[in-house]
């Protein structure tokens, strides 16, 4: 005789993956005119300073599915304000998730 387990049932929405590492910077589109790049290439030389040659995770994140597009954009944004640091493309690493809890997008720089 073979038991089994009942199966849980499906949550309504999946939960957001987290990622546990702090990020570098956080950018929040929140406002459209939000002045980053500056701030962010700031963040960028420092982090080479500490370690050269280290890698970037861009992570755009929006609030729903129908926004991927504008939150692919903003991290592609992202990532040129990182290159423009002389940082090479193959160092950077673009990402997309939803997360519903959020109103606006945001891009997330972490390193690697």
């Known amino acids: 005789?073979?038991?089994s387990a009942?199966?849980?049932p499906p949550s309504a929405e999946p939960a957001p993956r987290v990622d546990?590492?702090?990020?570098?910077?956080?950018?929040d589109f929140a406002d459209?005119?939000?002045q980053y790049e500056a701030p962010l290439r700031g963040a960028v030389r420092a982090a080479e300073q500490r370690r050269p040659g280290i890698s970037y995770d861009v992570v755009g994140i929006v609030p729903s599915a129908e926004r991927a597009a504008a939150g692919q954009v903003a991290a592609q944004e992202a990532m040129g304000a990182i290159a423009r640091e002389r940082v090479p493309a193959e160092r950077i690493r673009l990402g997309l998730r939803v997360d519903p809890s959020l109103t606006a997008t945001r891009v997330l720089v972490y390193v690697r």
């Not at 546990?20 to 950018?27: D, V």
């Open 20 to 27: 546990p590492r702090a990020p570098l910077a956080t950018i």
């Open 1 to 3: 005789m073979r038991a």
């Open 32 to 34: 459209p005119s939000v």
């Open 6 to 8: 009942a199966a849980a």
